[in-house]
């Protein structure tokens, strides 16, 4: 197993754990969670008043490829972005074209009539612009969802932005409640299948089953927050103004240059 491989592993059971190294190519896990952020916010913002083809499908294109060459992806990943998508935006592009108004479209040749209805060139267009501003919106986003952890995020926003730690490390103790109570619903249905117990099949099986979760759910969240709130106590949490970071998530050079690009490929792309 590389020490990639093993960090990986290491940070899926310890969400705390540092982040794992992938390569200097990979490059997209080596930048702060809040570069991530703050270089795509312009193109973001820019977006949401275009109206035409060009410039939508240019940040779709661009993050796509960054994507790919800059991320440690997986294969299901992959292939949501480069197969699914696409098909996505192809079906949208239909059902926003469908809601066009005809009026604004003009005179503009018939893809499809059916009956009354005629689908014409100029409202597929139209849809096909709107699919790419949502996808192309969505896709900006995904450059720090993909690439970053929350735990990740929390610490660059208490040690860069200066969020009190009190409300950080609280959303930190947050984060660790997902898979907490995700392996505690694996135990409690093994439990189940291990007594036999079952509820037959269909809808009202289902409900029946996941009712038969909440106690046993409800329980060991309360337990397991009674840990956390003694554990903090222990430590003096909110005693102090500051306290120390085990992980110091630094904003380097690269960060600065990788904002500076992306706003500069923006700044094209509206000079187009």
Partial sequence: MSPASATATRQAADPYAAPPDYGPIRFLHRLNPLS?????????????????IATPLIFCIATLVMLVVGAHLRARTLLVLLIVIPMIVAVMSVSFGIWTDPARVGDSPVLIEVGPVRFTVGAWLVGLATALRLTSIV???????????????????????????????????????????????????QAHRVRGISDGRGPIAWVARTAGYVVPLLA?????????????????????????????????????????????????????
């Fill in 36 to 52: 991530k952020i703050a270089a795509p916010l312009p193109a973001m913002a820019l977006l949401l008043f275009t109206r035409d």
């Fill in 139 to 189: 896709l900006l986003a995904l450059i720090g969802g993909l690439t970053s952890t929350g735990p990740d995020l929390v610490r660059s926003l208490v040690q860069q932005l200066r969020v009190p730690y009190r409300l950080g490390y609280t959303a930190l103790a947050a984060f660790r409640f997902v898979p907490r109570f995700r392996h505690e619903l694996d135990v409690i249905r």
């Fill in 220 to 272: 060991g969240a309360i337990r397991h927050a009674e840990r956390v709130a003694l554990a903090m106590d222990s430590r003096a949490f909110g005693a102090h103004s500051t306290r120390t970071e085990r992980y110091i998530i630094a904003f380097r050079a690269r960060d600065w240059v990788f904002i500076v690009f992306f706003w500069a490929l923006t700044a094209v792309v509206v000079m187009l």
